[in-house]
């Protein structure tokens, strides 16, 4: 077209690093400012669609989640060309799955300090979304982003108290993604995610308890950086691991997180531990034991 898209004219495209029935995401380089943005474009749904619903509720959460550390950060949607297009964080670590699956192939899994780390940082993130007045629905590794921490100067200040700056001692950093089925807690138009991470109450379509099905969700993300089995999609299995019946682990876990992440996975959601709680359990903290 004579006219370049905005995409175009205001993008250089680096390359796909992602695509499914949703359309892809692209990293590019936006030449204004030199810096790396993570796009998704999809063809624009029909208007009225259930897929312009999923599409909109997606930049509607977007634009109320303003910034947080542990959530992609949300820059600019528009509209051209028959597509709708999502400009968010480019973060440059792949995603949760990503890691998971490469350390599988190394016979590796994430070990216990990891694994607070990576349970108190998405707390985080869910304690704001929750706090927000929305729900996730679709929390699972593919979903949860990673960025290296820039090299550490050092008069970088240590870990603040309250305010998390969201780079700990490690240097990694996890962020909720792909807001695509988010939808706020108090008036729910629940589009299910994954259902390998679907809390059994949310498919009995019992919503008074929506933000404890990201907690379900999270608990489950968990054991498999752990390195649990692939989790099944439906069946017995599907039902056993909803009787918070832990699925075996290549690791031993102390009392504390195992007993822990089994609060997380409770059939009953009043039972689980809300993000807020997660946040300041003492199995999490950073603080210094002793
Ligand atoms: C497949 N894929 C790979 C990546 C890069 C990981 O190193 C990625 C990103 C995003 C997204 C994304 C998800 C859902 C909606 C919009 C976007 Cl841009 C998808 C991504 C996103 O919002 N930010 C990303 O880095």
Partial sequence: ALMLSRYESEFLELGRIGVGEFGAVYSC???????????KRLRRPLAGSANEQLALKEVYAHAVLGHHPHVVQYYSAWAEDDHMIIQN???????????????????????????????LQVSMGLKYIHTSGLVHLDIKPSNIFICHRPSASTDEAGDSEEE????????????IGDLGHVTSTSSPQVEEGDSRFLACEVLREDYTHLPKADIFALGLTVLLAAGAAPLPQNGDEWHRLRQAELPSLPQELTAPLSNLIQMMLDPDPAARPSA??????????????G
């Fill in 29 to 39: 380089v936006k030449r204004l400012d030199g810096c790396m943005y993570a796009i």
């Fill in 89 to 119: 964080e480019y973060c440059d670590g792949g995603s949760l799955l990503d890691v998971i699956t490469e350390k599988k192939e190394q016979g590796e899994f994430f070990r216990e300090p990891e694994l607070r780390d990576l349970l």
């Fill in 276 to 289: 807020s709680a997660l946040c300041k359990h003492p199995v999490l903290c950073r603080e210094r034991s």
């Fill in 164 to 175: 998390d700056d969201g780079y700990p001692s490690s240097g990694v950093v996890f962020k």
